[in-house]
Structure formats: C-alpha cells, structure tokens
C-alpha cells in the first residue's frame, strides 16, 4: 500500500503474519476515500475509525468522489460498486486511466457490494480493482482485506485495455507445452515419461 499505511507483524525480520494472526495495520496517518450510500458512507467510517483512522473522505457519489481524487493524494479507496451516479467499474478505470488522476493511479481499490455474483467480481478485477468484498461487512472481515491488499505483492500493469494489478493471484506453473507470456512466470521441470 501506499506509505501512509504501515503493517506490523511482530519482531523486525519476522515473516509477514497470516491475516488471522496478531498482525496490526497503522492507519492514523492514511488518506482513505470512502464512497457509499450515506449509511454505508456511516458504516464504513466507525470501521475505520475504531481502526484508527483519521484522515476520512466521505462520498456519496462518483462525481463527489473524482473531485477527492483529483485534490488528494490517497492510500485507499473503497467504494460501493452500484453508486447512484455513474458505475463504479467506470469509477475506477478513470482512477487508474486518466492522466488527471495520476497521483492516484497505484492507489490500492476495494470494491464492495451485496450483490456478488461472478459476473460482479470479474467485473470488479478487469476495471483494475485490488479486491471485491461481499457486504454486509464486518471489522474483521475488513481488516481481514486490509491485511491481504497491505502485503498484495501483484506488479502493477498498464496495457491499452487495462491498467491496475496484475489479476493471476496464484504463482502456479503453466500447463505442460504452454509457453509463458512474462519473463518471471513459473517454470514447470518437465519429467521424463516412464518407458
């Protein structure tokens, strides 16, 4: 994430902990948009606020939300997917697309909706979201994705149709005969067929 959130997980040169461990996360000095419906907007802010969280951009639209964008240097945005205004989707290609918003363009996005069917999460990784979360939400399911996005080590990609992490999450080898696209995907050790 970006400087203003800091993750502690124990002793100095200690491995980083799992989400479920007694990891902890600094919040005090982050810039953190939040962009939902006003009881959203109110929910989201007591979860960060007991987070300990200070510095809060309370939206309740995409066009209250880009005016934050343009004006602020940001280190989390987290956003409804279904605003009353414009599509989140194109919410977030603007953050990560626009030359306007460049500042921003690497900040981490969460979206959130109730509605989670798999088109919704697609949807959510190919506009350049980091993560989709199903509401309702709870702290810890909040501070669960926090934990994960803080240590997300995905390369950031920029193409002609895309820009935002890269979506694989898995480090798996390719199939067998599949020649990698990227110079650092995963080697398969061929084994020699029994004779």
């Known amino acids: 994430m970006a ?10 040169g200690s491995k980083p902990a799992a989400a479920t461990d007694k990891a902890r996360i600094n919040l005090e000095r982050a810039s953190i948009l939040l962009v939902d419906t006003p009881l959203g907007v109110d929910v989201l802010s007591h979860v960060f606020y007991g987070f300990g969280a200070r510095n809060l951009y309370r939206c309740r ?3 209250e939300a880009m005016e934050v964008v343009a004006a602020h240097q940001l ?11 414009a599509d989140a989707y194109e919410f977030v290609r603007a953050v990560r697309q626009s030359d306007e918003y460049e500042s921003n363009r690497f900040v981490p996005v969460m979206l959130l909706s109730a509605h989670t069917a798999a088109s919704k999460v697609v949807m959510s990784r190919d506009c350049g979201a980091n993560f989709f979360v199903a509401k309702p939400i709870s702290p810890r399911v909040m501070m669960d994705r926090l934990l994960w996005v803080s240590r997300e080590k995905r390369q950031y990609l920029q193409t002609d149709t895309y820009a935002g992490p890269d979506r694989r999450f898995h480090d798996e080898p390719l199939p067998e005969g599949v020649q990698g696209r990227r110079r650092n995907d995963p080697k398969i050790d061929a084994e020699e067929p029994e004779t």
């Open 3 to 12: 400087a203003g959130i800091a993750v502690n997980s124990g002793a100095p």
């Open 61 to 63: 639209s995409a066009a």
């Open 75 to 85: 280190d989390l945005i987290i956003t409804e997917a279904l605003l009353p205004d």
